[in-house]
Nanobody, 122 residues
Framework: VQLQASGGGLVQSGGSLRLSCLAS????????IRWFRQAPGKEREGVAC???????EYADSVKGRFIMSRDNARDTVSLQMNSLKPEDTAIYYC?????????????????WGQGTLVTVSS
């Protein structure tokens, strides 16, 4: 399976962006998709996850602002990001996993997509 993330860009504080993660090579319907982000000089952190049965989990820092959804027919997962803040600025990565894991658990990741840059200006 290969993952391709897209949708990043420059947005003002308070604005919105929608990231997409498209899978190719295999169907997504049996997997979880996790979103991570990495800001300059910081470690990669888990942001959100959606399981095969559409259960979602969010980091406290984005809860109430970010929404994950999936369209298995199109092998696509989306991350709707609202009320963006400058501290959301990072490269965002989607990753394939068997299930949603603890945000710090990277060992279970099957494959990573390339990152997409999100920049939020103040």
């Amino acid at each position: 399976v290969q993952l391709q993330a897209s949708g990043g860009g420059l947005v003002q504080s308070g604005g919105s962006l929608r990231l997409s993660c498209l899978a190719s090579g295999s169907a997504l319907d049996l997997y979880a998709i996790r979103w991570f982000r990495q800001a300059p000089g910081k470690e990669r952190e888990g942001v959100a996850c959606i399981s095969f049965d559409h259960h979602t989990e969010y980091a406290d820092s984005v809860k109430g602002r970010f929404i994950m959804s999936r369209d298995n027919a199109r092998d696509t997962v989306s991350l709707q990001m609202n009320s963006l803040k400058p501290e959301d600025t990072a490269i965002y990565y989607c990753a394939l996993d068997h299930k949603c894991q603890d945000a710090s658990d990277l060992q279970s990741i099957i494959t990573w997509g390339q990152g997409t840059l999100v920049t939020v200006s103040s």
